[in-house]
């Protein structure tokens, strides 16, 4: 093979895989670690021995859970897809602040993180939520708590926006929860023996001012003390995103290009 002919093959190389890594790219989820900064959410206290053999009482933020879990479900989509963390670090985000950056990376799928926690200690296991309406009293306890940056204002001049972009992302939303739960349910559920909560609507901020079909995943509740060891340990929360990683490629499987952004 002569020199001319080599670099014409590596140029064509080249190319195919820039197409390749294009076509493997093409669609944009992002990844929204819920809290952070000073916005600590949910927090639980658990002993721990310090190298010196002592017991201490040290806390667990759900900001910090959220963040590592949100850094691997990203990790897991990056082979196949564009992926973004509306945070990296530790800082705090207003829900408009996380919401907005859905428009500024062109996203087509919005996955919000978070974990549980309740009053009673003995409550356990995980949730899938997609954007709809509903009238359950325990949604609307776990909608307070996440909602609760937006001020009352905002939710009244939102409601508009909010009609619409339900009408819009709910059966897609509806489809991804199913797809990720059910991932869930086989590789985290029965594996760690963590209760299935299920599938279940909530009206969130975050996922209605992003104009995307997505998620807000509740990894656990972090209140329960014998639930929280498994929340904070590597192998859960890499069964986690694995979980994840794999409903959004099911969501994603045999679409022909992208349709998104809605607006």
Sequence with gaps: ??????????????????????????????????HGGEELGAISKV????RSGKRKLVNVYEKDLSLRLAKLVKKKLDKNYTTYLTRSVDRTLTLEERSGMADTVKADLFISIHFNSSKNSQFSGLETYYLDNH????????????????????KIVNQILIDLVIQKTVSQSKKLANLVHLNLKKNVSKKFQVKDRGIKPGLFYVLALSKRPGILVEAGFMSNPKEIWKLKSKNYLDKYASAIANGVKSYFKGMPQKGLPLF
């Design 135 to 154: 009238k359950d009293v325990a949604i609307k306890k776990v909608e307070a708590i996440e909602n609760k940056d937006l001020t009352g204002g905002d």
């Design 47 to 50: 002993w721990i021995k310090s």
């Design 1 to 34: 093979m002569n020199k001319k002919n080599l670099i014409f093959n590596v140029l064509l190389l080249m190319l195919i895989s820039s197409i390749a890594s294009t076509a493997a790219n093409a669609f944009v989820v992002l990844i929204d670690p819920g």
